[in-house]
């Protein structure tokens, strides 16, 4: 640094106290002469209310003085540490006691910040924990089963109310994913109700003569009582309706046509008096959401009616010069494998075809109450005939039919089997 002038006392005070350690003013309090300024120069005299160039304010090129005090009446600013003078600044030597104080400030601070970062560590911590508290636990959605179908977020499939059958899933590419094995049954039986979902049937007449063709009309309404004209396609065909009579006989599976204003519409035939059941089972649009529903209805033919007993069981049945050999055994609480083995006049395998979108279709209706169970067999034949997975949705005694196409024509047998 260039050389100053040396040092003078200050006129208004008695003279400069040495620095050493002992007479070193503690941390934080001016020194005298310093810290307030020293008597009669506490008010600038008249005329010197500012500091000359090179007293107050140091002169250009001669650096900025230290903080605290101004002595208006001697031309030089003394700070903590610095001395200047005629413009020209020179620091002091630091001494031992500002070198402590500051190592004390330096710790002290190094201290705080060690403070304030643990601080937030925590925070975070106990954020962290209550946000898991906070969040309850991811819960798996259920497999799509016959009746309980969930559609993905991302690629919706088809839902379709197979009530009571056993557990599958409908693709987005139109196909079905069977959920073969073992697990409770949580299924329950579908068509005993007319309102289900938010939907009703409303048919336009339940009145029937036997042996007569006559047109069966009905809509499906929302909860608003608006018709339903919107519907999924699901196994070829927006809407499937099972028509049989109480006893379970006269069993028919027919798909009627809907018009621009939501009414459904089919010339239906019932042989014979007595009462049946009309079952829609369909996936209605509603909101832009697929809702499926399986509604039921009874329809009335008058005339004598005695009903007539269900046949027993048996392993093998004949329809249209075909012979079907039935094999497994359904079950309560778990899904079991049903094989439909269908033969020719000849004996040899038949060659089934696709038959709205599958190899065959098994309804299975309960005694008593109708209760209608819609399965679905795996995509291809397995082992020369259908595979069915079905878990029975409680006790008693079932009819199960089961629909095939060959050479075009749609056939139809019939099966009963007791589940206890």
Avoid: C
């Avoid at 697929?290 to 069981?313: H, K, N, R, S, W």
């Avoid at 979108?357 to 109450?369: K, P, S, T, Y």
């Amino acid at each position: 640094m260039p050389d100053t002038p040396a040092e003078k006392p200050m006129p208004d005070t008695p003279g400069k106290m040495p620095d050493t350690p002992e007479n070193a003013p503690p941390p934080g309090t001016a020194s005298p002469g310093s810290g307030n300024a020293s008597p009669g120069s506490g008010n600038a005299s008249p005329g010197s209310g500012n500091a000359s160039p090179g007293s107050g304010n140091a002169s250009p090129g001669g650096g900025t003085a230290n903080d605290k005090n101004t002595s208006n009446g001697g031309g030089k600013v003394e700070g903590n540490n610095a001395s200047i003078e005629g413009g020209n600044a020179a620091q002091a030597p630091v001494d031992s006691g500002d070198q402590s104080a500051g190592f004390k400030l330096a710790a002290f601070g190094a201290l705080v910040v060690v403070v304030l970062f643990a601080g937030y560590g925590i925070g975070r911590l106990n954020n962290s924990v209550d946000q898991t508290r906070a969040t309850p636990p991811a819960t798996q959605q259920q497999s799509a089963s016959h009746g309980t179908h969930n559609a993905a977020a991302a690629a919706p499939a088809a839902p379709h109310d197979d009530s009571g059958a056993a557990p599958h899933q409908h693709n987005a590419d139109g196909t079905v994913t069977q959920v073969a094995g073992s697990g409770a049954a949580t299924q329950t039986v579908g068509g005993l109700a007319l309102t289900a979902s938010g939907l009703t049937l409303q048919p336009a007449s339940v009145q029937f003569t036997a042996g007569r063709a006559q047109p069966f009309t009905f809509k499906v309404t929302g909860a608003g009582g608006a018709p339903i004209t919107t519907y999924a396609v699901v196994h070829d065909k927006p809407l499937h309706l099972v028509v049989v009579r109480r006893d379970l006989t006269g069993f028919q599976h027919l798909h009627p046509t809907m018009a621009a204003d939501g009414t459904w519409s089919i010339d239906l035939t019932l042989a014979a008096p007595g009462s049946y059941r009309a079952i829609a089972d369909f996936t209605a649009v509603v909101g832009g959401q697929q809702t499926p529903a399986t509604l039921g209805i009874d329809l009335m033919v008058a005339g004598d009616f005695t009903p007539a007993e269900l046949p027993a069981p048996v392993a093998e049945a004949s329809t249209d010069g075909f012979s079907v050999q039935y094999r497994g055994k359904p079950q309560i609480g778990s899904t079991q494998p049903i094989l439909m083995s269908v033969r020719g006049a000849d004996g040899k395998p038949a060659a089934l075809e696709p038959y709205l979108g599958a190899f065959g279709h098994l309804v299975v209706l309960r005694e008593g109450d109708v209760g209608y169970v819609h399965v679905h067999p795996e995509a291809g034949p397995v082992a020369g005939g259908v595979k069915f997975w079905l878990a029975a949705p409680g006790p008693g005694r079932y009819r199960m039919f089961f629909d095939f196409q060959v050479a075009g024509k749609v056939h139809t047998v019939a099966f009963s089997t007791v589940v206890e």
